[in-house]
Nanobody, 128 residues
Framework: QVQLVESGGGQVQAGGSLRLSCAAS????????MGWFRQAPGKEREFVAA????????YYADSVKGRFTISRDNAKNTMYLQMNSLKPEDTAVYYC?????????????????????WGQGTQVTVSS
């Protein structure tokens, strides 16, 4: 059974940085594109970033482009989200997720319905 476990969340002041990790167990990590989503209180879950199974291509929401960097280490079965220049509006629970099908990336990369394995989430709080 595939499991995803996020870590690295916390509280930081505006302008600060955090690095989230998503450790995968079970399955073939290197065959699936992966993504990060977030959900703020009272809001719907929204796409943050996605990375191709090989790590060679990435895709970002406009709201985080230039500030966040998604990456992965297939040897460690781990995905990362480096978050810089954090803003209070980045406050949310951050989730990592695995695509529903192997070797799919571009189509539906920002659609939560295209992901079928989710972590439990990690809280990120940015204070002003």
């Amino acid at each position: 059974q595939v499991q995803l476990v996020e870590s690295g969340g916390g509280q930081v002041q505006a302008g600060g940085s955090l690095r989230l990790s998503c450790a995968a167990s079970g399955g073939t990590f290197s065959s699936y594109a992966m993504g990060w989503f977030r959900q703020a209180p009272g809001k719907e879950r929204e796409f943050v970033a996605a990375v191709k199974w090989s790590g060679t291509f990435t895709y970002y929401a406009d709201s985080v482009k230039g500030r966040f960097t998604i990456s992965r280490d297939n040897a460690k079965n781990t995905m990362y989200l480096q978050m810089n220049s954090l803003k209070p509006e980045d406050t949310a629970v951050y989730y990592c997720a695995r695509r529903r099908r192997t070797f799919e990336f571009s189509t539906g990369a920002d659609n939560a319905d295209e992901y079928d394995v989710w972590g439990q989430g990690t809280q990120v709080t940015v204070s002003s």
